[in-house]
């Protein structure tokens, strides 16, 4: 935009007036991010007024966020906070408000263990003046007895990391490199399928059916020269399809015909989750990198995923960190441990994951009872079929429902879109009904 062009829309000639031009340009998108702005000697000779009103505009504008100096090289527009947030993800966010949301795919808070009880317990064993060496283990003795007692097969070695999209991140650093292909679930989950993106990986698509991954895919995307296999066991996100014993069995028999794929498992549910704790690690032992988060069952704020695996991968996972965050807090590990063993906190975490299991059941009868039959799955997500995507979230926004758009979950866009996923586990049951009849309304024609 020139300098006369941008001259003749303020309003004013205030170093306010001339400030609140520019933002409400970058807000309508008029000026983008990258877009460099007149001089501050060419906009005020435009304007009529001094360099020092116009400077003083511009400091304005760069104490908001909205624009970056560069001395000679001149005042560019910065991306606004959006674009700081992956492209799937961005997606998934990019949704009107509504009167209920149910797309954010996080737990109900109101089922989380209290974390009170446990800090202060914590805090009383723990004094203050008790220091951590930097070259101490990263998993706190006790967290790894608790681990390994309900851990799917003998892991090598385990650990503890920031999440679960933190550790597939890791693993996935040690395993491959960029260009090598990587068999992923499709619909998968958006976050993971940006991360495969920004390492620089070539993804190959596996679709499931209502028994998990299907093994005549995973045969194809093995042929493909894929190096790792990403699964998500049970609770899949956005399906809520498990996989069953036998089909874990038949996916490790066509993984035997490529001995040198790592398989890496995001059992991202973990303890709320209803179904049975499926892995190949017992059937592939020394391939399989199995990951469980605690996020949906104890709260996303404690940050703590575990990994367990191979030691040629969690060594190097462990010495890589060290080089970075070094450990996850010890202090927040030892109130996950204090979760794990006090009676109140794990009968929390039974009762969310019977709230859960009923709250998926209740929609999923709903819905049939309208003659939209979904499966209810695992998790705290449904995937539900609509005859178009855009006419669905439009109608549902008119309902005052807010839910996640089906395509960003495609690896495969050939296949995106006639989908919706409904984050189930914030559903109350006074809106069950309500929900159910405006779905049925946008899946249709």
Avoid: C
Wanted: proline share 9%; no cysteine.
């Amino acid at each position: 935009m020139s300098p006369q062009e941008l001259a003749a829309l303020v309003e004013g000639r205030s170093p306010r007036a001339i400030a609140a031009t520019v933002a409400r340009l970058v807000h309508t998108g008029d000026l983008l991010p990258g877009d460099r702005l007149p001089t501050v000697r060419q906009l005020a000779g435009a304007l009529g007024v001094s360099p020092a009103t116009v400077g003083s505009a511009w400091r304005t504008l760069a104490t908001a966020g909205l624009v970056i100096s560069r001395g000679r090289a001149g005042t560019s527009v910065l991306p606004g906070p959006a674009s700081r947030v992956p492209p799937r993800y961005r997606d998934l966010a990019d949704a009107p408000a509504a009167r209920l949301d149910l797309a954010g795919g996080a737990p109900d808070p109101e089922l989380l263990p209290d974390l009170a009880p446990a800090l202060a317990r914590v805090a009383r064993r723990l004094p203050a003046t008790r220091t951590t060496g930097y070259l101490d283990d990263p998993v706190v003795p006790e967290l790894e007895r608790l681990l390994r007692t309900g851990w799917p097969f003998r892991a090598q070695r385990l650990t503890v990391v920031d999440g679960a999209v933190d550790a597939l991140s890791r693993v996935l650093e040690q395993v491959v490199g960029f260009g090598d292909r990587v068999a992923v679930e499709d619909p998968g989950f958006p976050p993971l399928l940006d991360l495969l993106d920004h390492l620089g990986l070539d993804r190959v698509a596996v679709p499931l059916d209502a028994h998990g991954p299907r093994p005549d895919a995973l045969a194809g995307a093995l042929r493909s020269g894929v190096r790792v296999v990403l699964l998500q066991p049970r609770a899949h996100n956005p399906t809520g399809v498990s996989t069953t014993p036998t089909r874990a069995r038949e996916l490790a028999t066509v993984l035997r015909t490529a001995p040198s794929v790592w398989v890496v498992e995001d059992d991202h549910s973990g303890e709320v989750a209803s179904s049975r704790d499926v892995s190949l690690g017992p059937l592939l032992p020394d391939r399989v990198v199995h990951v469980r988060s605690y996020s949906k069952s104890h709260g996303p704020d404690l940050r703590i995923a575990a990994v367990g695996g191979p030691a040629v991968v969690l060594d190097r996972l462990v010495a890589r960190r060290m080089l970075g965050p070094g450990w996850t807090s010890r202090l927040l590990q030892h109130v996950l441990v204090d979760l794990l063993t006090d009676t109140q906190a794990v009968e929390a975490v039974a009762h969310a994951r019977r709230v859960y299991h009923g709250r998926r059941r209740a929609l999923a009868a709903a819905l049939g009872r309208r003659g939209l039959h979904v499966p209810p799955g695992d998790g705290i997500n449904m995937w539900v079929p609509v005859h178009d995507e855009p006419t669905a979230l439009a109608r549902l926004e008119a309902a005052g429902v807010r839910v996640a758009r089906g395509r960003p979950f495609f690896s495969d866009l050939a296949h995106a879109g006639g989908f919706v996923r409904v984050t189930v586990g914030v559903l109350r049951s006074e809106d069950v009904e309500s929900v159910a009849t405006a779905l049925v309304a946008a899946a249709q024609p």
